[in-house]
Every structure is written in structure tokens, then in C-alpha cells.
């Protein structure tokens, strides 16, 4: 009579028989080239150790479900690479396919390169990294027996994988951004700040070059710059000023500029409303485009004000804002004074 209610150290047992069996065959008769190919593999040889339980094995499920094999309240998640290393990219944070009866996920992962082994780990103690890429992706590990232990990314992030999969997808990304920007070295900036992947923008297929752009989108993008980067008011000597506007145009615009001092401090911007040289550029540029840092300020995304202020300022309140930190930043002169009057 079959089985029922397979237990947790049940199902465990059955991951242990199912990696030394893939490991002996994968060492002695066998060889596999393709992931699909062990993914396939781990099934058939699943379903051969469920077979007292009742419980069958899916072999054609949905291409983008997460986790791959699905027990009832249990679920494996299968990795596999040529190379020797017990890491790989898993599946997005957003976990949007996954399968909700699923309440223990494992992951099964098939490496052949150096001495090729099968070894299996609760999913949760695994993932130790996000990546970064256009949808950001856990990055998962398998713990080896003797390595010193690693702490989690759940760990780090102070919350139980159960409870994060209960978090809404802002939630989630509150996590992520967290410890992207931990990571990040002096410099650097996120490139995505959405709490999904498609909400907001999305990098060209190819950077443009900002001297390329017509005359009305290089004064939005210099207005939008100048906004998010108030630091541009120090004085010439003052050395990466200009530093955000470069990174905020690239990542954020996809727009490529070879020298980003010269967006506010040459004479082709900064004499445009009146052709009397002398005096200070920088504060002549943004007078210029004042109509376009108000537009800017009512439209941009706040998490870009997060990202570049450290603060979610409310549309209203951006321009009052901009101005006190223009004032801590400049020395020779007061922008409060002269701009937005």
C-alpha cells in the first residue's frame, strides 16, 4: 500500500539517494552536456525513488516555473554546470512563477567539471548572492562538508526566506537595494532602482553619445542631472563633482559624456542667455534651464531621490530642497539668492 505524507528527513533521504546515484553515473558511464539533459535526468530518477509515496513527478512543466520538480510540499530546484564550481545564477528575486503549495525548496545541482559530483542543499541556507543584471537573480551555493561555513543572503538580510516570500514585491526590493548598495564601492551607482524590472525604465540596446542628442534633450537631461546632483554648485576645484552626473546619464539614460564638467561650466551653455563672458558659468548654465529642473522635479522617479539624495522628497517640496543642499555646497555664492526666484 502506498505511502503518504512523505516527511521532511523522508524527502531528504531521498535527495541523498538520488545525488549518489547521479554522482556514481556521472563518474563512471555517463556524461552530460546539456542542463536540460540532467534536468530530464533528475526526474526520471526521482520519480523512481517517490514511487512508494503518492507522489508523481511533472516532466513537462511550465518553462518558467519555479522550482523545477514539484513533491507536494516539497520542491527541487536544479542547477548544472560544466565547470568546477558549486555556484550559479538562480531564478529572480520576483519569484513570479513560483509554485505556491511548495513550502521546503531543495536544489540539486550537477557539476561536471573537475571531479564530477551531484550534491543537494536546502535552498534557503544557499543563496548567498544577488546579482545585478537586468532582472536581479539570487545566486545560490552549495555549503560543502570541511569549507568553512557561509552565511546566507537571508541572513544577512535579517529575515527568514519563508518570511521574505511572504513580502510584497516593494518589500523585496527594500531588502535588495539594501544590500546591492552595501556592495557597491566608491563611485558606483545602481542602475536599476525599480521594485520590478519593467516598472520605470529600461537601458538602449546601445549608450548614445550625449554631443549626438538634439538641443531639447541634452537641456532636459543636463536639467535632470543638475537636479539629482546639487553638488555641481562647489567650487572649480573641487574634484568629482561632476562624478554623479556622469554615472546618473549612463546608467540611468543609457547616455555616454566625455566630459561632464562641460555640461554646465562651458561657454556653449553657459552664455546662452546672454553672451557677456566672465563671471560664474556654472551658476549661468542653471539659469538657463530652470523651467526644465522644475519639470524635472515634478516628474522624476522618487526612488531616484533616494538613490541620490538619500531621501524621498515629495514632487512640491524637491525644488525648496535642492536649493538648501546648493547652499551647504557652495562657497563663493548663494544659489537660493539667484536661482528659482
Known amino acids: 500500500m502506498p505511502k503518504a505524507d512523505l516527511?521532511?528527513?523522508?524527502?531528504?533521504?531521498?535527495?541523498?539517494?538520488?545525488?549518489?546515484?547521479?554522482?556514481?553515473?556521472?563518474?563512471?558511464?555517463?556524461?552530460?552536456?546539456?542542463s536540460a539533459e540532467f534536468e530530464n535526468r533528475v526526474r526520471?530518477?526521482?520519480?523512481?525513488?517517490?514511487?512508494?509515496?503518492?507522489?508523481?513527478?511533472?516532466f513537462e512543466p511550465h518553462?518558467?516555473?519555479?522550482?523545477?520538480?514539484?513533491?507536494?510540499?516539497?520542491?527541487?530546484?536544479?542547477?548544472?554546470?560544466?565547470?568546477?564550481t558549486w555556484r550559479s545564477v538562480a531564478n529572480s528575486v520576483l519569484e513570479s512563477m513560483r509554485k505556491t503549495e511548495v513550502e521546503h525548496i531543495y536544489v540539486v545541482f550537477g557539476k561536471?567539471?573537475?571531479?564530477?559530483?551531484?550534491?543537494?542543499?536546502?535552498?534557503?541556507?544557499?543563496?548567498?548572492?544577488?546579482?545585478?543584471?537586468?532582472?536581479?537573480?539570487?545566486?545560490?551555493?552549495?555549503?560543502?562538508?570541511?569549507?568553512?561555513?557561509?552565511?546566507?543572503?537571508?541572513?544577512?538580510?535579517?529575515?527568514?526566506?519563508?518570511?521574505?516570500?511572504?513580502?510584497?514585491?516593494?518589500?523585496?526590493?527594500?531588502?535588495?537595494?539594501?544590500?546591492?548598495?552595501?556592495?557597491?564601492?566608491?563611485?558606483?551607482?545602481?542602475?536599476?532602482l525599480e521594485d520590478r524590472p519593467d516598472q520605470g525604465h529600461s537601458?538602449?540596446?546601445?549608450?548614445?553619445?550625449?554631443?549626438?542628442?538634439?538641443?531639447?534633450?541634452?537641456?532636459?537631461?543636463r536639467a535632470e542631472a543638475?537636479?539629482?546632483?546639487?553638488?555641481?554648485?562647489?567650487t572649480s576645484r573641487s574634484k568629482h563633482k561632476y562624478d554623479d552626473v556622469a554615472m546618473y546619464l549612463i546608467t540611468y539614460r543609457g547616455v555616454l559624456v566625455s566630459q561632464a564638467r562641460d555640461l554646465f561650466s562651458a561657454g556653449s551653455v553657459a552664455l546662452r542667455g546672454s553672451s557677456k563672458r566672465g563671471g560664474n558659468y556654472v551658476m549661468r548654465a542653471l539659469l538657463d534651464i530652470e523651467d526644465e529642473m522644475r519639470k524635472a522635479a515634478a516628474t522624476l522617479d522618487s526612488a531616484l531621490f533616494v538613490e541620490y539624495w538619500g531621501a524621498d522628497v515629495p514632487p512640491g517640496q524637491r525644488i525648496k530642497e535642492w536649493l538648501r543642499?546648493?547652499?551647504?555646497?557652495?562657497?563663493?555664492?548663494?544659489?537660493?539668492?539667484?536661482?528659482?526666484?
Open 7 to 34: 516527511t521532511m528527513r523522508e524527502f531528504e533521504g531521498v535527495l541523498h539517494r538520488l545525488c549518489e546515484m547521479l554522482t556514481d553515473e556521472c563518474r563512471s558511464r555517463r556524461e552530460y552536456r546539456k
Open 63 to 84: 518553462p518558467y516555473a519555479f522550482p523545477d520538480i514539484v513533491l507536494g510540499k516539497f520542491g527541487i530546484e536544479v542547477k548544472f554546470t560544466e565547470n568546477d
Open 226 to 234: 543638475a537636479l539629482l546632483c546639487p553638488q555641481i554648485v562647489k
Open 325 to 341: 543642499r546648493a547652499d551647504d555646497f557652495a562657497t563663493t555664492w548663494k544659489p537660493s539668492e539667484v536661482l528659482f526666484r
Open 112 to 192: 561536471m567539471g573537475g571531479d564530477p559530483e551531484v550534491a543537494w542543499g536546502r535552498y534557503e541556507e544557499c543563496v548567498m548572492h544577488v546579482r545585478t543584471s537586468h532582472v536581479p537573480r539570487f545566486e545560490v551555493e552549495i555549503p560543502r562538508e570541511g569549507a568553512d561555513p557561509k552565511e546566507s543572503l537571508f541572513k544577512k538580510f535579517g529575515i527568514s526566506y519563508k518570511d521574505f516570500c511572504q513580502l510584497s514585491i516593494h518589500q523585496r526590493m527594500e531588502h535588495i537595494r539594501k544590500y546591492a548598495r552595501s556592495r557597491l564601492k566608491k563611485g558606483e551607482r545602481l542602475w536599476w
Open 44 to 58: 526520471q530518477v526521482t520519480q523512481d525513488l517517490v514511487a512508494e509515496y503518492k507522489l508523481a513527478v511533472d
Open 203 to 221: 537601458l538602449p540596446i546601445q549608450a548614445r553619445l550625449y554631443m549626438g542628442l538634439d538641443q531639447e534633450e541634452k537641456r532636459r537631461l
